[in-house]
């Protein structure tokens, strides 16, 4: 068979491949899997860091995987998430997890039981059948969630078996309430079997059919001990109906089986509904995107399905209606309601040149929208994305949870075979050993452990979500509870950000000269202080700047004319050898105002030109801000690139317990270091470019929403509103929640520390047990969904 024929019958595979750099790569990863059997064919493109493979129909990718490996090479890594069905408690999140951690190639599991998915990572291009697979083999049912589907899938539990379980169980439940009054009687034994029969293999076959799967999986789960509890009841019944056919049946315990079954099914639909509301948060964003647009083209409005929409595209936006893109106002103003999104309770108002946020309702103006994001780029798709990650996350306390649900049923069974041995042994009543053995069955639930960490993260974040705080994942709202120390960054986060020339002296007399040269210099550039001096000079002319060069941390340098200048802060000047003694008077003048001073100079000869300085209005919250981490016994620092003095002033008008200034933006993770190393953790706030390496440094990273992506991408969590009482709120809602999770967590095992040790001695009927149960789940999640109720700290 020619090549091009056993090309063509191939399947072919695509994934990224990590660390080439050059040529001899590729060659040495294509020579690599041209080595591997099963591969017909294979290319590499080092622009794309692709590799494309032609295989046998049914290749394991696992061994190219395994070639680009032994090359020294890393193969990129995908994400799949999984909706999973017929989980029920902990040992079925256990089970999924070690199912799907044994397929080759997969690094990480982690499934979430509240929001019945798992979150799988391994190689790109892996073939996920084989996920889907290793699920069902482990007893359960999955499939891929789709990369659109942004709102959790909440699996309908219906009331109906319930309340046909209750009405078949009242009756064999009523002569128990007759012996309360002192009169003793019992329904006959077929009408009792009549009812508990369709109650046990009908409505309760769920269970055993699940308790099956565990079985054949090697494993155990709720299912099982309910099965096997009510079962034994059930059987049990049926000897005793058998031995004493003569004199009416005995004494029967159909009706432990059948309430059993039934308060566990009512259980199940009280905590389903309880965990649709935790995941509310998901699907109150979700309802924020408009399923259509009215686009503007050629000159006529026309309603399109929002996935029609183009970037560059005019997008019509009438009062009362919602934003449907992330774009820039071009004509209209109107207020803009974005509470949603933002937290922000009062409305915004929005002109020509302002970014508008998709989701948000425009109140009373009729706005033309150009569109900027569409799609999973959109500000609205990233903050689901941002709230789902965090809700489909472990914490690191999950990890115990983990540890005890992986042999909690074989220990469960276990004790109920030496209950049932232990009571027949000294008591020889065969029949109360199997109650007490019964009730050690039914007692044990799981489900509270499998529950109390995920609804309580998912009630936490996604209450903090409508206060417009962001919890990147479950690690970050753990840690924030502990914060001792947080540090700010001045400008944009503590400040306004916008900072505005406020004087300057030149050495000549000619300010005009001093201001056109500075303006030259910063044409084009973004940084606050730039923008502050060409709004000073608006309409004036500028020269044209050649070999300019960036400084981080000091300013810049560049020609203007032919003639080399450099403009930046002091120690800019002091690297050069620039005397600043002339104008020390006036520096010190405008320092001790709290302004921020810039020198011009020419690099040449040296010569000071002359000095600018800017001022920056502190944000009307910040004050706020730094009293409310006080009350929370935190202490507050600020770290800035100014000059000493400056920042000292602003540190003083909001009582900041510390100052870090004059640091290079390089160095603010080192300063983050040094705070850690007493052992304190530390969370910083920031909002720029320059942040990202210490918002990553910290223990815990917070970015403005108002600054820029790279800033949000390294950190926990993004506060979506310029306001700095956000930090302290996002540590109050950790706190809040992370008690939750103690609290649930301490009622979870507490319960069944105490109701096994009970139900073994005899001191629970499975009845009884089996309301504990159920209710054990119901008040786990319920306690987390109080979450709901926390509101922000009133700004005093």
Excluded at 428 to 452: F, K, S, T
């Amino acid at each position: 068979m020619s090549r091009s024929t056993s090309v063509a019958a191939s399947q072919t595979l695509r994934f990224p491949v990590l660390g080439m750099t050059c040529a001899s790569c590729v060659s040495r990863v294509e020579k690599a899997l041209h080595q591997v059997p099963g591969i017909q064919a294979a290319s590499v493109n080092l622009a794309t860091e692709t590799v494309t493979l032609h295989t046998e129909p049914h290749f394991a990718l696992a061994a190219a995987h395994a070639a680009i490996a032994r090359a020294g090479y890393q193969v990129g890594s995908d994400t799949v998430q999984l909706e999973i069905r017929g989980m029920t408690c902990a040992s079925c999140v256990s089970r999924v997890e070690k199912a799907l951690l044994a397929v080759p190639g997969v690094t990480a599991a982690s499934v979430n039981l509240a929001t019945e998915t798992a979150r799988v990572s391994w190689p790109a291009g892996g073939d996920n059948a084989l996920l889907l697979a290793a699920v069902a083999k482990a007893g359960y049912q999955a499939s891929i969630r789709e990369q659109a589907q942004t709102a959790p899938v909440t699996h309908h539990v219906p009331w109906w078996p319930v309340a046909v379980a209750a009405l078949l169980s009242l009756p064999l439940v009523l002569p128990m309430f007759g012996e309360l009054f002192g009169e003793h009687w019992m329904l006959p034994a077929w009408l009792q079997f009549v009812l508990a029969t369709p109650v046990q293999f009908w409505l309760g076959a769920r269970f055993c059919r699940a308790g099956w799967k565990a079985l054949q999986a090697r494993s155990g789960n709720m299912d099982l001990l309910v099965a096997i509890g009510t079962s034994a009841a059930y059987g049990l019944s049926l000897y005793q109906w058998w031995l004493h056919a003569d004199h009416g049946g005995g004494h029967l315990y159909f009706e432990a089986s059948a309430v059993v079954i039934t308060l566990v099914l009512l259980g199940k639909w009280l905590e389903a509904r309880a965990k649709q509301q935790t995941s509310a948060a998901i699907r109150a964003l979700q309802a924020l995107r408009p399923a259509t647009a009215r686009v503007r083209r050629d000159g006529v409005d026309v309603d399109l399905p929002l996935q029609q929409v183009r970037l560059g595209d005019l997008v019509v936006v009438r009062p009362g209606e919602r934003v449907a893109v992330d774009g820039v106002i071009r004509e209209g103003s109107s207020q803009l309601d974005e509470s949603m999104l933002t937290g922000e309770s009062l409305p915004v108002s929005k002109q020509a040149g302002d970014s508008v946020t998709g989701g948000a309702i425009n109140h009373d103006g009729l706005l033309l929208v150009e569109t900027r994001a569409l799609g999973e780029d959109s500000t609205l798709a990233r903050i689901i994305r941002m709230v789902e990650d965090a809700q489909a996350g472990k914490a690191p306390v999950q990890r115990l949870v983990d540890r005890v649900s992986a042999v909690f049923v074989p220990v469960v069974l276990l004790i109920a075979v030496l209950t049932l041995v232990g009571w027949w042994w000294f008591s020889g009543d065969i029949e109360q050993a199997i109650l007490n053995a019964v009730a050690v069955l039914v007692i044990a639930c799981p489900c509270a452990l499998g529950l109390a960490t995920p609804t309580a993260i998912m009630a936490g974040t996604g209450v903090a979500a409508r206060h417009g705080i962001l919890i990147k994942d479950a690690e970050a709202l753990e840690l924030a509870h502990g914060v001792q120390v947080v540090a700010f960054d001045k400008t944009g986060t503590l400040t306004e950000g916008k900072p505005k020339l406020m004087h300057t002296v030149a050495v000549s007399g000619d300010e005009q000269q001093l201001l056109q040269l500075a303006a030259s210099l910063q044409q084009g550039s973004e940084h606050p202080l730039a923008k502050a001096v060409l709004q000073a000079l608006p309409k004036a002319p500028v020269s044209r700047v050649a070999q300019l060069q960036a400084l981080p941390g000091r300013g810049l340098r560049g020609q203007v004319d032919g003639v080399e200048y450099l403009l930046g802060n002091q120690r800019l000047m002091q690297e050069y050898g620039i005397s600043l003694s002339s104008m020390h008077s006036f520096q010190q003048e405008e320092e001790l105002l709290g302004r921020t001073v810039s020198w011009l100079a020419r690099a040449g000869d040296g010569k000071l030109l002359g000095m600018l300085s800017f001022g920056d209005s502190v944000k009307p919250a910040a004050t706020a801000a730094i009293s409310q981490l006080h009350a929370l016994g935190i202490r507050s620092v600020m770290i800035s690139g100014d000059n000493r003095a400056a920042a000292r002033q602003v540190a003083d008008a909001l009582g900041i317990d510390e100052v870090i200034a004059e640091v290079l933006p390089a160095d603010k993770a080192g300063h983050i270091a040094r705070l850690r190393q007493d052992g304190s953790r530390v969370a910083m706030v920031g909002d720029g470019v320059n942040d990202a390496p210490a918002l990553a440094a910290a223990d815990v990273g917070m970015a403005m929403g108002t600054g820029t992506d790279v800033a949000m991408q390294a950190a926990g969590v993004t506060l979506m509103r310029g306001d700095p009482t956000l930090v302290a709120q996002a540590v109050a809602i950790s706190r809040l929640t992370y008690g939750k999770i103690r609290q649930n967590l301490f009622w979870a095992f507490i319960f069944n520390l105490v109701g096994i040790p009970l139900a073994a001695l005899g001191m629970l009927s499975p009845i009884v047990a089996g309301a504990a149960m159920a209710l054990s789940s119901v008040s786990v999640v319920s306690n987390a969904l109080l979450l709901r109720r926390w509101r922000p700290a009133k700004q005093h």
